[in-house]
């Protein structure tokens, strides 16, 4: 299931919360780290890992790391990048962040479209490919 993000700042405990519970709903199973390689539009090259109790479940959390421009945080912060998708074209998002413990915030202006030329390179299982860009159809990525 993957996490919509929407507005100017997102938080990551929301979703940290959420996938405590598809944990403990999944009956306490291990996770696999699944590895996809990615570039956005603004060039940066990342890797997303994405959790799963199994090759087709839902991923229960994700990370990203990319290498190129970070976004400025505080001192209290550290910058990461999140995965996020539009609520109106259901684009697939990289968003730089500033991460806090398990929190993070993004702004929406920041993100930048997840390139593509296969459905393969689109992180999520329902994810397509279409003129360049990753979309998830009706928002539904896994």
Do not use: W
Request: proline share 5%; aromatic share 4%.
């Amino acid at each position: 299931m993957l996490r919509l993000k929407i507005g100017l700042r997102a938080s990551r405990s929301r979703a940290l919360t959420l996938a405590g519970c598809l944990l403990a709903c999944a009956g306490g199973k291990e996770t696999t780290p699944e590895e996809h390689a990615f570039s956005d539009a603004e060039g940066r090259s990342c890797r997303a890992t994405l959790e799963k109790t199994s090759p087709t479940a839902p991923s229960v959390s994700d990370s990203v790391s990319c290498e190129g421009m970070v976004r400025a945080c505080s001192s209290e912060a550290v910058p990461c990048f999140e995965l996020s998708v539009t609520m109106d074209t259901y684009a697939v998002m990289n968003c730089p962040a500033c991460c806090r413990g398990s929190a993070s915030s993004f702004l929406a202006e920041d993100c930048s479209p997840v390139r593509c030329e296969t459905d393969e390179e689109c992180i999520y299982q329902r994810a397509v490919c279409e003129d360049g860009a990753c979309l998830c159809p009706e928002g539904v990525c896994e």
